[in-house]
């Protein structure tokens, strides 16, 4: 099944985070990953707030090499639906819209998506 890491993920791995070792086997093969372009924008932000823009930059490049999916209406609508069903944020409820439409795993330890389905959940210690 194809797959999506969240945002968290994304950051485990980057910064060699605690479930860096949790994360990284969903990240081996990028081009098999679905990069919502608002993953990118979470991405870009939170590097150069807590890096630089060249390190975000490179960061971002790295994600192109992700099967990347722009925001769309078809995505906008089923988000909006399941924001509404599952009390998920924006930016949330884009990320399991974008996995939901390409039947995908979202592969995340934000726990707003524990127990939704079609998500493999990894409790923070």
């Given at each position: 099944?194809?797959?999506?890491?969240?945002?968290?993920?994304?950051?485990?791995?980057?910064?060699?985070?605690?479930?860096?070792?949790?994360?990284?086997?969903?990240?081996?093969?990028?081009?098999?990953?679905?990069?919502?372009?608002?993953?990118?924008?979470?991405?870009?932000?939170?590097?150069?707030?807590?890096?630089?823009?060249?390190?975000?930059?490179?960061?971002?490049?790295?994600?192109?090499?992700?099967?990347?999916?722009?925001l769309d209406t078809a995505i906008?609508?089923?988000?909006?639906?399941?924001?509404?069903?599952?009390?998920?944020?924006?930016?949330?409820?884009?990320?399991?819209?974008?996995?939901?439409?390409?039947?995908?795993?979202?592969?995340?330890?934000?726990?707003?998506?524990?127990?939704?389905?079609?998500?493999?959940?990894?409790?923070?210690?």
């Amino acid at each position: 099944m194809a797959q999506l890491v969240d945002t968290c993920g994304w950051i485990e791995w980057l910064t060699d985070g605690v479930l860096v070792q949790t994360f990284e086997p969903w990240l081996s093969q990028l081009d098999q990953v679905y990069m919502p372009t608002v993953i990118q924008f979470e991405l870009y932000k939170w590097t150069k707030r807590e890096r630089d823009e060249a390190t975000a930059l490179e960061v971002i490049a790295l994600t192109e090499q992700c099967q990347v999916v722009a925001l769309d209406t078809a995505i906008s609508l089923l988000a909006a639906d399941l924001a509404l069903q599952h009390g998920l944020s924006f930016a949330d409820a884009i990320i399991y819209a974008t996995a939901q439409q390409k039947n995908a795993q979202l592969i995340t330890s934000d726990d707003h998506f524990e127990g939704l389905p079609q998500v493999v959940y990894f409790r923070e210690n």
